[in-house]
């Protein structure tokens, strides 16, 4: 084999890798935590949950239940509430940080399970979480009629993921505007064209 051909072979390799991590690399890498990705669908707002909350986490104060249907968002919560879901509160180590400018009088339609924060206290969990519980929501909250604009959520997030909550065992609780385009896909095109030519040209 010439020195040339083993060059190619190289190249073809360092392309073939760039692209494979490029294409599997998520939109928005989440932690430890769940982020609520916002979405405009249809004329309508849509938050929907990814990730996990770790266990460990604790408690100091008597939990409850939720006893209403309903997804909210405001300067200072982030909540799917559905009855069934749990409800617990803990006033000394959890930490919340605010959406300031976003609307507090925006009731949407919750599906999948209960989930969110509320205040620097409540934490909202799907129904049969014990405290502790390592759980992983499947969450949809629809806004209808809404835009990011009309719910202030435009200056409020961005799309870099924005820590909301957080748990004393370092779970978080984050938001996001969905970005319009992949981070990186030119880059993987470029790997895929480059790839092509390289092959072309051993076929010569």
């Known amino acids: 084999m010439t020195r040339f051909g083993f060059k190619h072979r190289i190249t073809t390799g360092l392309l073939g890798v760039l ?8 939109l928005h890498a989440v932690g430890t935590g769940v982020l609520f990705t916002f979405s405009e669908v249809g004329g309508n707002v849509v938050a929907q949950t990814s990730g996990t909350i770790d266990s460990g986490w604790t408690v100091n104060f008597p939990t ?10 405001a300067f200072d919560e982030l909540k799917a509430e559905k009855t069934g879901g749990e409800i617990f509160y803990n006033t000394t180590d ?21 989930f969110g924060y509320g205040g ?14 390592a759980f992983t929501p ?25 820590v ?3 748990l004393n065992n370092g779970s978080t609780i984050s938001a996001v505007l969905n970005a319009s385009a992949v981070p990186g896909a030119g ?9 092509a030519g390289v092959s072309r040209r051993r076929r010569r």
């Open 19 to 26: 692209a494979c991590t490029l294409v599997s690399s998520p």
């Open 120 to 133: 620097v206290d409540m934490l909202i969990a799907p129904d049969g979480t014990t405290v502790g519980d």
């Open 138 to 162: 499947v969450t949809t909250i629809t806004w209808e009629d809404e835009t990011f604009a009309s719910m202030g959520l435009d200056t409020a997030l961005s799309s870099s993921p924005k």
């Open 187 to 195: 880059l993987a095109g470029l790997a895929t064209v480059g790839l």
């Open 94 to 114: 959890w930490q919340s940080d605010t959406m300031g400018g976003v609307s507090t009088n925006t009731s949407g339609v919750v599906t999948g399970d209960a």
């Open 64 to 73: 409850g239940s939720v006893g209403t249907d309903r997804g909210v968002l």
């Open 164 to 166: 909301l909550f957080t």
